[in-house]
């Protein structure tokens, strides 16, 4: 899968879930606003898409649908 195809993916993941409101602590890193965090990581990949400098972004997204997996009661029609 390439970065494009991942991104997509990513970005299914994060429509189709109940995204929490206010602060989130995810350990290794806090959000204020879950939903602008993510807008802002999705536009900042697509227009630096293949630039590698941006990859820790995307590994930020890959950690943190990881973290919303391992919480089934934030997940909306997933077991």
Known sequence: MNDKEELQRLKRFFHD???????????????NDVEKYLDACF???ERNDGNDWFAPNLKKLQD???????????IKGMP
């Open 43 to 45: 536009t900042r990949l």
């Open 17 to 31: 879930i109940k995204l929490p409101e206010g602060r989130l602590d995810l350990g290794f890193f806090q959000i």
């Open 64 to 74: 943190m649908e990881q973290y919303f997996l391992d919480q089934p009661n934030i």
